[in-house]
């Protein structure tokens, strides 16, 4: 799936929940299922190749925070990076990365 196909697939969640055809929770799960569809088809910007979606799995800072990769080693880069952010210092969170 292409990113104008993920964007219009979200607006129609968006558009059913609008008219009163879904409600909330099942738009939220329209939405997550196009976005993880999105993930799992992701290539890059470069075209280098395809990009991973990889789950971290450890500390509750860093379980199931879910990011697109080539590998693991930049997994986990991305992750540390995103829990860097979020909260300052990402050194002290144990953590790994599983392939979705």
């Known amino acids: ?3 104008i196909s993920a964007i ?6 968006i558009r059913d929940l ?3 055809d879904a409600d909330l929770a099942s738009t939220e799960r ?6 993880r ?7 890059d910007d470069a ?3 395809t990009l991973d979606a990889w789950t ?3 500390d509750d800072r860093a379980e199931g925070l879910v990011v697109l990769a080539a590998d693991e080693g930049d997994a986990r880069t991305r992750v540390r990076d995103l829990l860097d952010e979020a909260a300052g210092d990402a050194d002290d969170v144990t953590f790994s990365v599983e392939r979705v």
């Open 37 to 43: 569809t999105f993930a799992t088809e992701f290539e």
């Open 18 to 20: 609008e008219s009163g």
């Open 8 to 13: 219009r697939n979200i607006e129609d969640a």
């Open 47 to 49: 075209g280098d190749g």
């Open 30 to 35: 329209r939405v997550v299922t196009v976005l």
């Open 56 to 58: 971290a799995v450890g």
């Open 1 to 3: 799936m292409d990113r």
